[in-house]
């Protein structure tokens, strides 16, 4: 969390960013008229206001009146307090946040008087383009009385969230939802907003969203809205954004009390209570000051089946930033995941595999440690003895943990699959398509697809390998697309949000499938899978256009909708990894394996994909 003068100045900067860009209309009318009535009490609810953005916003307030109903002694460091009388508007909340900067010296259950400065705080900094909080600032705070009856707070419940996520935004403020006026009843984003820094609770809720290592889980309110088979709320489109769905932290230091761990499908029993917060990687966050019981859903890691006798079984795995200074317990466990729960794929396209020596930036660009270390503990876990393929990148140029040079990697098992090895692949070097002898070949196997393309800029470039399997060629092209950092978040204050990564990964997928379009332009039955971690929805425009002209299909697809899926993200199970089949690729059978998207315990954040066809 930001310290306390970085803090103020962020707040500044948003009240005045908020002013320039009309976000404020009304406000100055509305400050001035305060300032003339100075001696009238004002209220928590007079500052909330029925828009998201304090009409006192950057004012001065004195004597405001509330009960402590949360202290938070880490992190960003303050109090919550709120109004026991409140007014007959449901659109204006009766908590707000103190923000105090160091540890506060009230207690839960203290009447108090709060003077400071109201501000507008955008978590992640206002580029992030999230909603801000309203709070008190600079505060002076008189403690009035002690252990008083905290305000009754507001359950949230499947019946009082909207169906609607949020109102469009205001095309005149930019596509802000900031200046509208919020509709509680209407809209599920405008119902939390009317909550926030209220003493809320939740009841017995289905967990959705695992434990992280930041100590916050996920639950729904809404358990059938668009449920996945293995417990979780899938997202299954731009506008099904899940509205049920909202985050659990603990007030509670966790040298006190550990945050509880749990799994999606778990149950986190009994009443959750305490003030509703706006983080900037959750949104609207319930700071629990009692946490309910998880009660043990019993999920289980999948496990797929062996490929049959004519079956060409191909995988993808994100690894994670894999390299040989990871325990020797990550790449066992990761392992035994490819034998076991993969069954031994003939070939395994793999991502994020780093260099020698990891993160440490001194020019090292070479992976055969890693991924020697990597198939010798296939080995040992009983797999077979895994050959590989890949091209090493140029230092630095490919994104990912700075010093780390993460690129795809083929691993093939030999008895099974052969690779046909054209020399001359690097990483600057482009592989090109021809035809021989009637069928497509590559000029370059291992190759890189348009290495120099402006599309992979600080990302990581396609690798096509030409593979044999009983005698016939089978082309892979293993991706790690550009990730969607920079993307505003479904909560933001823009609706829709914006999503500038997009763009480069729209770049990307074109790149894609014109190469796959040149193979079957040279074999219109040529057998290609595109495989591996697209960074982008079944949905999204990459898809599309990775799609274009019917040359792919994304396999995931043949899947049950409850079943799509291979990443969880704020309780959103979605789908970021991905197989697409040329045209000749037909009765196809695909899996998802879960084996660590939904478990709090986790050898990387990606579930493997595969697939076994008969080429």
Do not use: C
């Not at 009994?270 to 998880?294: K, N, S």
């Not at 995941?337 to 396209?349: E, F, Q, R, Y």
């Amino acid at each position: 969390m930001p310290a306390a003068s970085s803090r103020t100045t962020t707040v500044s900067a948003v009240v005045t960013a908020a002013l320039a860009a009309g976000l404020l209309t009304g406000a100055a009318t509305t400050s001035a008229s305060a300032s003339t009535t100075a001696d009238a009490q004002v209220r928590i609810h007079d500052i909330q206001g029925s828009t998201r953005i304090s009409p006192l916003a950057g004012q001065q307030v004195d004597g405001v009146a509330g009960i402590v109903t949360g202290v938070r002694t880490y992190g960003s460091k303050g109090f919550w307090f709120q109004d026991p009388q409140p007014d007959a508007d449901p659109a204006t909340s009766e908590g707000i946040f103190v923000y105090t900067g160091s540890a506060p010296t009230v207690a839960v259950g203290d009447a108090v008087t709060v003077s400071g400065t109201v501000t507008e705080y955008v978590p992640g900094g206002l580029d992030s383009g999230n909603q801000s909080l309203t709070q008190i600032s600079k505060p002076t705070v008189t403690v009035v009385s002690s252990g008083n009856a905290l305000p009754a707070p507001v359950r949230i419940t499947s019946r009082s969230v909207p169906s609607r996520y949020a109102p469009e935004g205001d095309p005149a403020a930019g596509g802000s939802i900031n200046a509208l006026p919020l509709r509680p009843s209407r809209y599920a984003l405008d119902h939390y907003e009317s909550l926030e820094g209220m003493n809320v609770e939740v009841g017995t809720s289905r967990v959705v969203g695992a434990t992280d290592t930041h100590a916050e889980l996920w639950v729904t309110v809404k358990p059938h809205e668009n449920d996945a088979r293995r417990g979780g709320t899938v997202y299954g489109s731009y506008t099904s954004q899940n509205t049920g769905r909202l985050q659990i932290q603990s007030l509670v230091p966790l040298a006190q009390q550990p945050f509880p761990k749990a799994n999606v499908g778990d149950v986190l029993s009994g009443t959750t209570e305490g003030p509703l917060d706006f983080t900037q990687y959750g949104g609207y966050t319930l700071t629990a000051r009692t946490m309910g019981t998880v009660v043990d859903g019993e999920l289980r890691r999948e496990t797929t089946r062996k490929q049959r006798d004519g079956e060409l079984a191909v995988a993808t795995y994100n690894v994670e930033n894999l390299d040989p200074g990871d325990p020797q317990e990550k790449f066992d466990a990761l392992a035994a995941a490819v034998v076991d729960n993969l069954a031994s794929p003939d070939i395994l396209a793999l991502e994020e595999i780093q260099d020698n020596n990891g993160s440490k930036s001194d020019g090292t660009v070479a992976a055969d440690l890693t991924v020697e270390k990597f198939i010798d503990a296939i080995r040992a876990a009983g797999g077979p003895a895994y050959d590989w393929r890949s091209i090493d990148p140029q230092d630095k140029k490919d994104g990912g943990e700075p010093g780390g040079n993460i690129r795809q990697v083929f691993l093939f098992n030999p008895e099974r699959v052969s690779f046909t090895d054209r020399a001359g692949g690097d990483a600057t070097s482009a592989t090109e398509v021809v035809r021989e002898r009637g069928r497509a070949a590559l000029t370059l196997s291992p190759g890189r697809i348009d290495p120099t393309n402006p599309a992979w800029e600080n990302s990581r470039k396609p690798l096509v390998g030409e593979f044999a399997f009983r005698g016939r060629p089978v082309f892979v092209v293993a991706n790690h697309f550009a990730s969607k950092g920079g993307d505003e978040s479904i909560f933001s204050q823009h609706q829709p949000p914006t999503r500038s990564s997009e763009v480069q990964r729209h770049a990307q997928a074109e790149t894609v499938n014109t190469f796959v379009k040149k193979l079957l332009s040279a074999q219109k039955n040529a057998d290609v899978l595109v495989v591996g971690d697209i960074n982008d929805f079944e949905f999204s425009g990459t898809t599309k256009a990775l799609t274009a002209g019917d040359v792919l299909y994304p396999a995931i697809k043949s899947l049950p909708r409850s079943e799509r899926y291979s990443y969880v993200y704020q309780g959103n199970s979605q789908v970021l990894d991905q197989i697409l089949t040329s045209p000749s690729i037909r009765g196809f059978h695909y899996d998802s394996v879960h084996i660590n998207a939904e478990f709090a315990d986790q050898n990387s954040d990606h579930d493997p994909q595969v697939i076994r066809f008969r080429p």
